[in-house]
């Protein structure tokens, strides 16, 4: 059985390759024979693999985490613990190959003007932001904005916007389903300890454990009070297509919309900074 020891991001892991591909695919609700057929190998092969007594290949090791899904950080992972050198480089935000994504970006968040952008990594850091993301960043207390920047701890914490939002219960809720799902498909522990952190918040109202719709709401908005006003948040995220480059891959913009006309005439009838 094959259990090399490998230490990446700080993170020391002595599970046995097949062990560990066996634990993702389960993560995944798929069946021995349903992951079988996606890779088209026999599912005693794929046995073989889970029990250790067949190495898998660099590709098999490829093959298998593609068709689970798997987050590019964990494949190196992977890759590594199945005695392989990792394939996809993870480079910093700022580094020269990286210039043309830095550019969208920025093209991006400057179009999406007056209404807030902002690009967060993996763990929820703020990268990148448009000016308008001033209308959140002036609620919250300087110390939860120092970086790194935590955009859901900003969002949440009793210092931070939460004590602006009208319907903190159902937002919270909403934030922290969306950081849990991010926990199951990444398993990055990291994460884990946010969400432990942002659910010993406290929480002003009722915390649902559905997320409900009122008559007229097509989606969760973010209803936050400033200057005496309600304004009306929906927001869209969006990721970069087919990355191989690990930051890249872990890059995501929020981009946040005027819900009613009456925030979006707030918004457009703002100071420009």
């Not at 057929?37 to 007594?53: K, W």
């Not at 590019?72 to 190959?97: H, I, K, M």
């Amino acid at each position: 059985m094959i259990a090399i020891e490998v230490k990446v991001g700080g993170v020391t892991s002595a599970h046995p390759i097949g062990f560990q591909l066996r634990q993702w695919r389960e993560r995944r609700r798929l069946s021995q024979l349903d992951l079988a057929n996606l890779a088209e190998i026999s599912t005693r092969h794929l046995s073989f693999v889970e029990t250790g007594r067949s190495a898998p290949s660099r590709d098999m090791v490829l093959v298998l985490t593609d068709h689970l899904e798997v987050p590019l950080r964990e494949r190196n992972r992977l890759l590594l613990a199945a005695g392989y050198a990792p394939v996809y480089a993870e480079s910093a935000f700022d580094a020269p190959q990286l210039a043309s994504v830095r550019a969208a970006l920025r093209q991006i968040l400057d179009g999406h003007e007056p209404y807030p952008a902002v690009v967060v990594d993996r763990a929820w850091n703020l990268v990148e932001a448009n000016s308008a993301l001033s209308l959140f960043t002036d609620l919250v207390a300087p110390h939860l904005l120092a970086p790194p920047a935590n955009v859901l701890r900003a969002g949440l914490h009793p210092d931070g916007l939460g004590r602006h939002i009208v319907n903190h219960g159902e937002w919270r809720a909403h934030l922290l389903t969306r950081l849990r799902r991010q926990v199951e498909i990444t398993t990055d522990p990291g994460l884990t300890a946010l969400e432990r952190e942002l659910a010993g918040y406290p929480c002003p109202q009722p915390e649902p454990a559905v997320e409900p719709s009122g008559p007229n709401e097509i989606m969760v908005p973010l209803r936050i009070r400033v200057g005496g006003q309600e304004l009306r948040f929906f927001s869209i995220v969006a990721t970069f297509g087919t990355p191989m480059d690990v930051t890249v891959a872990e890059l995501a913009i929020e981009s946040f919309f005027p819900a009613d006309p009456a925030t979006a005439d707030i918004l457009r009838n703002l100071p420009k900074a």
